[in-house]
Each structure stands twice: as C-alpha cells, then as structure tokens.
C-alpha cells in the first residue's frame, strides 16, 4: 500500500466497530494488502458500505469467492456485499453470485443511469433509455448453454434457479440482483419496466429460437394444468384461423381465472413464446418440466 492507503485504512479503521474490523482484518489477508488497500481507498469515507462490505464479506464469505469478485473491481465487492448472508455462507452459491458481480455491478450503474432521466414509457422509450434497458436484460442473463429456464421463481436456492444450478452448463437463465427492484423504486411504472427488462432477456434466446424449459419445481400445483389448458387453447384458435387479438384475449380469460391475484410473471413468459412461434410444448414427467420449442 502507498501511504495515501495507510492513511486510508488508519481514518477508517478508527471508524469501524469491533465486527466490522475484524472482517476488515479477514478481507486484508484474503486479499492482499495492495487490493485491501484499494478497497479501503474506495470505502474510507463511506461508512454504510464499508461496514456492509468488510462485516458481511469479511466474515461470511470464503476465500476463492471474495478473490473472484476482487478480480471485478471494488465495485464488484460492493455488489456482492448486497446478497442474503445465508447464500454467502454456502461456498457453492457464493462463487455463483461472485462470477457474475462484474455484470450486477453493470446492472445497478445503468439503473442509476436510467434514473437520470425521467419517467420511462414502455412504448415509447428514447434512444438512451432503450440502450440502458438492453445493457441491463443481457447483463442480468446469466448461465450458460444452450437452453433457457423459465419457471416459479423462488430465491437464489429454490424455483427454477436451483434447477439450473443443479445441472450446470445448461441453462442460460433470467435472474436481476436482489438491489434491482428497490433501485426501480422511484418509477411509479417500476412493475412495467421490470416486465420490459425480462422480457427483453427472453427475446435474445427467441431471436435465435433457443429451446426453452418450464421447470415445475416448487411451482403451484395448478400451473401445470393452467400450463396445458392455456397451450391447447391457442394451438386450437391458431389452427381455427383467429387472429393473435382473439387469442390473446382467450388466453387472458383462462389466466385470469386461475390467477385471479395477477397473472404472474411466469405465464407471461409463455404468452410472450406462444406469441413468437414457439408452439410446440411436451412435458418431461422424469424432470418434472415442459420443454418448449418452435
């Protein structure tokens, strides 16, 4: 460290409480001077974050996971210092949310952006909003392979993300960080824009009519029905000759009564495939999916 970081650290250290130094100290040893150096340099005089960074980090996560993230930029350990304790502690989960700390980062900065510049229209969105909307779907899809999961959603450790980390190298999958949906929150529209965001991740995969898969784990147990009463229905109108209005409408009616809460974000996943050609469906009864091609 230079001395303008050992000043750093010094007025910061003096700042900290007892917890808060002691995974400052972990952090120092997991990475090294110069890089500890660099994140106190960055978090000296932010209080809230170092705390968060080096109480969280500093005594939660293991050692690989915290030098991938480091590798990203101090940034990227701010990020990382946002998630849920519990998936921190699991060293598997953790190494996850570390590889994509680079691209969350992205996500949160572009979100800030985009906050800049006033309300945001779905429908009619402005070069800039649309290119910040674009970046923030592709950097909040993760994975890899050549299949993409959708599903009921539950945490990093349930729904249809647990049934992509169980088969790896698989799946490419929608998933925002969990700072994402706060950060939205001064849009009155922020359940529009997050429905633009994912639907938008969705339409990289369909452009280039990637498979899809419907993952059934931990989903209500009427969706596969839904699922099978809503397909047949379109198929059937499509076949009749009725136009795309008449079937849109037809489909709402049957989603509307299963759901009479909100149609959720997962059925809109499949209108928006039924609507792009994707209309081949067959259900895996072995994996518990419905595995959508077009």
Do not use: C
Not at 179 to 204: H, M, P, T, W
Not at 238 to 264: C, F, H, K, M, W
């Amino acid at each position: 460290m230079n001395i303008d970081q050992i000043e750093d650290v010094s007025r910061a250290f003096n700042k900290f409480d007892s917890l808060t130094r002691q995974g400052a100290e972990k952090i120092a040893q997991k990475v090294g001077g110069e890089d500890f150096g660099k994140l106190m340099s960055k978090y000296a005089d932010d209080k809230d974050s170092a705390e968060r960074i080096f109480n969280v980090l500093g005594n939660a996560i293991d050692d690989d996971s915290l030098k991938i993230a480091m590798n990203q930029g101090s940034e990227a350990i701010n990020t990382l210092s946002y998630h849920n304790v519990k998936f921190l502690n699991d060293k598997t989960i953790a190494k996850e949310l570390a590889q994509r700390a680079g691209k969350d980062t992205l996500v949160l900065q572009d979100i800030a952006t985009l906050k800049t510049l006033g309300p945001i229209d779905p429908k009619f969105l402005t070069p800039r909003q649309a290119e910040l909307i674009a970046n923030i779907a592709k950097n909040s899809t993760n994975g890899s392979g050549n299949r993409f999961m959708i599903g009921f959603y539950n945490d990093f450790d349930g729904g249809y993300i647990k049934v992509v980390r169980d088969h790896p190298n698989t799946y490419k999958f929608y998933s925002s960080h969990p700072n994402v949906y706060d950060d939205l929150g001064s849009f009155s529209n922020r359940s529009e824009i997050l429905e633009l965001i994912n639907k938008q991740a969705l339409e990289a995969s369909i452009v280039n009519k990637v498979p899809f898969e419907y993952s059934l784990f931990e989903a209500a147990t009427k969706d596969k029905k839904v699922i099978d009463e809503f397909w047949d229905k379109g198929i059937l109108l499509r076949e009749s000759g009725a136009s795309d209005d008449v079937i849109e409408n037809a489909l709402d009616v049957i989603l509307n009564t299963a759901y009479p809460e909100g149609i959720p974000s997962r059925m809109k996943e499949l209108k928006l495939l039924f609507f792009n050609g994707y209309g081949n469906k067959t259900f895996d009864a072995a994996s518990n999916l419905f595995r959508i091609t077009p």
